[in-house]
């Protein structure tokens, strides 16, 4: 795999959690953790034999037994609530769908 590919998915990815940090930490600080418990996680469906694959695998997804590549709370808050989740999810597959051209998935479920 080229160096150029894997830097470039690597700075996108890590611009990315940045922006779902800042919006879940935005609708954290306007709704507070009080909302249902749950889980979010952002899906691409990339092989993980592809170029984009193997990249996004060192960028700290993982291959998901469903299909596809998944991560885990993009946000990286340690919060309950669901809806603060899906908002850092969101912000996440959005930025990545833009800046990779791969479409990405939000998704979550109540706990």
Same mark, same amino acid.
């Given at each position: 795999m080229?160096?150029?590919? &894997?830097n470039t998915? *690597?700075?996108t990815? !890590?611009?990315?959690?940045?922006?779902?940090?800042?919006a879940a930490?935005?609708?954290?600080? *306007?709704? @507070? !953790?009080?909302? =249902? =418990? @749950?889980?979010?996680w +952002?899906t691409?469906y990339?092989? $993980?034999?592809?170029? &984009? @694959?193997?990249? &996004?695998?060192? =960028? @700290?997804?993982r291959?998901e037994y469903g299909g $596809?590549?998944?991560m885990w709370?993009?946000s990286g808050?340690?919060? /309950?609530s669901m809806?603060v989740k899906?908002? $850092?999810a969101?912000?996440?597959?959005?930025f990545?769908?833009?800046?990779?051209? +791969?479409k990405?998935?939000? /998704?979550?479920r109540?706990?």
């Amino acid at each position: 795999m080229s160096k150029d590919i &894997l830097n470039t998915v *690597q700075l996108t990815v !890590d611009v990315a959690l940045s922006v779902a940090r800042k919006a879940a930490q935005d609708l954290l600080a *306007q709704r @507070g !953790d009080n909302d =249902c =418990c @749950g889980f979010a996680w +952002v899906t691409v469906y990339e092989k $993980g034999s592809t170029k &984009l @694959g193997r990249a &996004l695998l060192k =960028c @700290g997804f993982r291959k998901e037994y469903g299909g $596809g590549l998944t991560m885990w709370n993009p946000s990286g808050l340690s919060v /309950q609530s669901m809806n603060v989740k899906e908002e $850092g999810a969101q912000a996440f597959a959005k930025f990545i769908t833009e800046h990779l051209g +791969v479409k990405a998935y939000a /998704q979550s479920r109540m706990d």
